[in-house]
């Protein structure tokens, strides 16, 4: 064997030696890496798990809120119901509602004018309810329908004890 020979052997050696102390500082970097990514995926893991708890008891809460949510609307569609239930009632009367007015002389006092006030159309008949007062001492009694039509009332009678006429 000559000295190149030789000489190129211990290259050669040395090369090897060299290639294997890289590959093993690579594979032990490698290792590292591949612990610290093992630790992540953990992590992650364990993360994505309390997420599911997470999004469970959110998804419970939701349900809780969906249900309170329903009873309002019902609550809301009852106080609308009664809300209204006034303004219901009276627009129903509201066509049954005159006005009077009251020509009236008093004869203890000697004193005569013009009074008004509201009555109530009771039936079909035209018979309406108003209180005494309002007729007491009436000369003319003039009723006026919320269509604007004017009456002449003719008979009344008064209750002095209820205060109704």
């Known amino acids: 064997m ?13 090369v090897l030696i060299g290639v294997s102390a890289f590959n093993t500082i690579l594979l032990l970097d490698q290792k590292d890496q591949l612990q610290t990514a093992q630790g992540q995926i953990s992590s992650l893991q364990s993360q994505l798990s309390q997420a599911g708890t997470d999004i469970n ?51 203890s006092t000697g004193e005569r004018g013009t009074v008004s006030g509201s009555g109530t159309i009771m039936d079909s008949r035209g018979y309406i309810l108003t209180n ?10 003039t009723v006026i329908l919320p269509n604007k039509q004017v009456y002449t009332a003719e008979d009344f009678w008064i209750d002095d004890f209820m205060d109704v006429a």
């Not at 000559?2 to 040395?14: D, E, F, M, P, R």
């Not at 005494?132 to 009694?141: I, L, Y």
Request: proline share 0%; net charge negative; aromatic share 6%.
């Open 132 to 141: 005494r007062h309002v007729v007491e001492n009436a000369t003319n009694v």
């Open 57 to 107: 008891t959110l998804k419970s809460q939701l349900t809780a809120v969906n249900g309170h949510l329903a009873t309002l609307d019902g609550q809301i569609g009852e106080l609308l119901k009664l809300s209204t239930a006034q303004v219901d009632a009276i627009a129903s009367v509201m066509a049954s509602v005159v006005y009077i007015e009251v020509d009236y002389y008093d004869r």
């Open 2 to 14: 000559t000295t190149a020979q030789k000489w190129i052997g211990v290259l050669l050696s040395l």
